[in-house]
């Protein structure tokens, strides 16, 4: 398989010198000066080894990417995430899950798939609604992992600050099923439990390597997270052809959603629930005479609400639900009279 003939380049990368040059030394001063061994470090297999450790032992692999934009990052996610599958599967095979079962942990385990573009996410509402869905109709499989590409910051607006809470607390809640992402940002790292950052800097094209800085974050009680510098990950480029036009294709695509102002997952759920809202014949039911409807906003508010609790939509703030009622109202009243008049 391909993903092991990765991991015998990967082998070679981690015996590779860090190629540090005198701009290096001036440009990272401090870390140099702080830390002169690590600073010429080649931490390629540590890091390998501790994301081995973390498959085999059940824990989320969490991690960050930093970098100026296409500098590389996604790449090295990407060859990342095929080691990260091609382990997993070793693993199933070395039985390292058997004991989930006795757990109560019931999460499909079965062998990961090749990494996919449909895997590369460009946000963390398109990852949010994914594992809901997954959760939902009971196909999420135990330690998928998944690139989050997110290039774009938050505009915020109705449920932006919502979606963070739902995001940060979806994120708790599909631990157990170990469900594992890169989270690529151009600016800093995003801290979601992650035990490591890696901040791309290198460009090696001719022997197509990327070097990134290597950061392990140190938790402790009453502490907020250090970063401690390991040294440097060398990642050879992967060669699937394949994946990496439909990435760019995915990637134009979703350049284009956001250009044209269409990218808020948030807003097309609000749009997508009012839309089914007004079909349910309680919200719909008009008073005898058909002027008005039967039911009162704030009753709708609460079909709205029976609804969510028997869990046919997701739940919303009260802004939102509002802005979904009045806009399920709206459609509702276009069909009635559009009804009247083919009468």
């Known amino acids: 398989m391909y993903y092991s003939k990765l991991k015998k380049m990967l082998?070679?990368?981690?015996?590779?010198?860090?190629?540090i040059s005198h701009e290096d030394r001036i440009k990272y001063r401090d870390i140099f000066e702080?830390?002169?061994?690590?600073?010429?470090?080649?931490?390629?297999?540590?890091?390998?080894?501790?994301?081995?450790?973390?498959?085999?032992?059940?824990?989320?692999?969490?991690?960050?990417?930093?970098?100026?934009?296409?500098?590389?990052?996604?790449?090295?996610?990407?060859?990342?995430?095929?080691?990260?599958?091609?382990e997993h599967n070793i693993a199933i095979k070395l039985n390292c899950f058997v004991k989930l079962k006795d757990e109560g942990i019931d999460y499909n385990i079965e062998k990961l798939k090749p990494l996919s573009h449909e895997d590369?996410?460009?946000?963390q509402s398109n990852y949010l609604y994914i594992l809901r869905e997954e959760e939902k109709t009971d196909t999420m499989?135990?330690?998928?992992?998944?690139?989050?590409?997110?290039d774009q910051i938050s505009t915020g607006g109705i449920g932006s600050y919502s979606e963070k809470?739902?995001?940060?607390?979806?994120?708790?809640?599909?631990?157990?099923?170990?469900?594992?992402?890169?989270q690529l940002r151009p600016d800093k790292f995003v801290l979601l439990n992650a035990p490591f950052g890696l901040h791309q800097e290198k460009m090696d094209r001719?022997?197509?390597?990327?070097?990134?800085?290597?950061?392990e974050f140190n938790t402790e009680p009453l502490r907020t997270k250090d970063y401690i510098f390991k040294g440097w990950v060398a990642t050879p480029l992967h060669d699937d052809k394949e994946l990496r036009i439909a990435y760019n294709r995915s990637k134009k695509e979703n350049i284009k959603k956001v250009l044209e102002g269409t990218a808020d997952l948030r807003l097309l759920e609000r749009h997508k629930v009012a839309l089914e809202l007004s079909k349910n014949e309680d919200f719909k039911t008009r008073t005898v005479n058909g002027k008005t409807f039967k039911y009162s906003k704030t009753q709708q508010n609460n079909i709205l609400n029976?609804?969510?609790?028997?869990?046919?939509?997701?739940?919303?703030?009260?802004?939102?639900?509002?802005?979904?009622?009045?806009?399920?109202?709206?459609?509702a009243e276009r069909e009635y009279e559009n009804a009247k008049k083919e009468k």
């Open 34 to 86: 702080d830390n002169p061994v690590n600073f010429t470090k080649n931490a390629t297999k540590y890091y390998f080894m501790n994301m081995r450790n973390h498959i085999r032992t059940g824990k989320v692999w969490r991690n960050n990417i930093s970098g100026r934009v296409r500098h590389g990052k996604s790449e090295v996610a990407q060859t990342w995430i095929m080691l990260y599958i091609d």
């Open 206 to 215: 001719k022997n197509k390597i990327n070097w990134s800085m290597l950061y």
């Open 11 to 19: 082998i070679k990368c981690s015996q590779m010198r860090v190629p």
């Open 120 to 123: 590369i996410l460009f946000s």
């Open 306 to 331: 029976e609804l969510i609790i028997k869990g046919i939509f997701q739940n919303f703030n009260a802004i939102e639900k509002d802005e979904i009622v009045d806009y399920a109202r709206l459609i």
């Open 165 to 182: 809470l739902e995001i940060d607390n979806i994120n708790n809640i599909t631990a157990q099923a170990v469900q594992s992402e890169y």
């Open 141 to 150: 499989i135990y330690g998928k992992p998944r690139i989050v590409d997110e």
